[in-house]
T-cell receptor, first 111, second 115 residues
């Protein structure tokens, strides 16, 4: 299984963009990159996923490098409610339902 | 739209008692997953179903754990007998199929404490 490496923690000022990096240098061509976040005492929340192309939805943007060995999740205007642990997950196509969560990045948005 | 609904939200019981956790997936979703989260092991998949059929239960820790999905809108995870080391937050998730291109959506979990 491709593994991911994320910084343990990051800070971001409220209203600024939060850029969360993830390295997945052993990713293979049929593996998706997923991002989830978990706010204290809640279940993991799906944010976005992608295979090769950059993706954007109402929550965030996902930028995947051309060689697919790393990606960045961008929260364009971070708010205090975005404070959470963010998980970058590489999901193999034939793993069925399995999502393997690592330790994630603890993002603190500060006023 | 209603998300994944889990009950109870909190459960405190004594060692040896039977515990039943319940999950209602998102309507129309045909895959359902049970996860457990602890400080030591993080989030780990216990079992998942597709079209009400168990597909992979390799994550179920012991025979004391069992899961059922009698219909498309309901699943249970049962622990009998319960032990203090089963204390954790148990999450249920559902998705439209279990291909890697289908995101899973999680409920808010059941916080289980075994005394």
């Amino acid at each position: 299984d491709a593994k991911t490496t994320q910084p343990t923690s990051m800070d971001c000022a409220e209203g600024r963009a939060a850029n969360l990096p993830c390295n997945h240098s052993t990713i293979s061509g049929n593996e998706y990159v997923y991002w989830y976040r978990q706010i204290h005492s809640q279940g993991p929340q799906y944010i976005i996923h992608g295979l090769k192309n950059n993706e954007t939805n109402e929550m965030a943007s996902l930028i995947i490098t051309e060689d697919r060995k790393s990606s960045t999740l961008i929260l364009p205007h971070a708010t205090l409610r975005d404070t959470a642990v963010y998980y970058c997950i590489v999901r193999f196509y034939n793993q069925g339902g399995k999502l393997i969560f690592g330790q994630g990045t603890e993002l603190s948005v500060k006023p | 739209d209603a998300g994944v609904i889990q009950s109870p939200r909190h459960e405190v019981t004594e060692m040896g008692q039977e515990v039943t956790l319940r999950c209602k997936p998102i309507s129309g979703h045909n895959s359902l997953f049970w996860y457990r989260q602890t400080m030591m092991r993080g989030l780990e998949l216990l079992i998942y179903f597709n079209n009400n059929v168990p597909i992979d239960d390799s994550g179920m820790p012991e025979d004391r754990f069992s899961a059922k999905m009698p219909n498309a809108s309901f699943s249970t995870l049962k622990i009998q007998p319960s032990e203090p080391r089963d204390s954790a937050v148990y999450f249920c998730a559902s998705s439209l199929g279990f291909s890697s291109n289908q995101p899973q959506h999680f409920g808010d979990g059941t916080r289980l404490s075994i005394l």
